[in-house]
């Protein structure tokens, strides 16, 4: 027979890694406590303490100026393709 993978939920994770990360409780301890494998919550530790510098630094500013760069450049092409197509519009009614 196969293993059943069980699915954790974002919260529980988020829980177990917060344990983690205090150290009051060994890697053995909290496998135990929470029914996870140590390299399970190993992993998601190093997750978690990666994604912490995200959340309080520059990245979101540098993510959202990023959009915003990315949105102008659109509404520029934009722009363009509609004059170019203006002005083919009056060739053509010349043309006619």
């Known amino acids: 027979m196969g293993t059943i993978h069980k699915r954790h939920s974002a ?3 988020g829980k177990v890694a917060l344990e983690a990360i205090k150290e009051n ?3 053995n301890e909290l496998a135990s406590k929470f029914g ?3 390299g399970q919550i190993s992993l998601w ?3 978690l303490l990666e994604a912490l510098p995200d ?3 520059k990245a979101k500013q540098s993510k959202a100026m990023d959009f915003t760069k ?4 659109l509404h520029r092409i ?3 393709v509609t004059v170019e ?3 083919l519009k009056k060739k053509l009614q010349i043309l006619e």
């Open 36 to 38: 996870v494998h140590q």
């Open 11 to 13: 919260e529980f994770k």
């Open 85 to 87: 197509r203006d002005w």
């Open 45 to 47: 530790k190093k997750l």
């Open 78 to 80: 934009i722009g363009e």
């Open 25 to 27: 409780n060994t890697l």
């Open 55 to 57: 959340i309080f630094g």
């Open 70 to 73: 990315k949105l102008d450049e």
